[in-house]
């Protein structure tokens, strides 16, 4: 069972969040705190459009700019209020 405080999420036995955060895998150590999407990480960046949803003013559609993934079904439907800029939220 669990407290309903600070400490909820506080299994006994085990080491802090905080201790296990510095015992990171040798591989991470050296990697940089806030690493580049596609030098460090290796991701494929693509550039997708917002479109508001005519009959539905709460919803928006995302569509990637690439003919290849609109082929492959690629899209979002996604309430406004669940999308928010990223990089305003750090």
Avoid at 20 to 29: D, I, V
Avoid at 32 to 55: A, C, F, M, T
Avoid at 77 to 90: E, G, I, N, P, T
């Amino acid at each position: 069972m669990t407290e309903d405080n600070e400490n909820a999420d506080v299994r006994p036995n085990e080491p802090s969040s905080t201790s296990r955060r510095t015992e990171l895998p040798s591989e991470w150590r050296d990697e940089p705190v806030d690493p580049d999407l596609e030098e460090n990480l290796e991701y494929d960046l693509s550039q997708w459009e917002k479109i508001s949803v005519v009959d539905d003013s709460d919803r928006v559609i995302f569509l990637p700019e690439s003919e290849e993934q609109l082929k492959d079904d690629a899209f979002i439907v996604s309430a406004k209020s669940s999308v928010c800029d990223l990089a305003s939220r750090r």
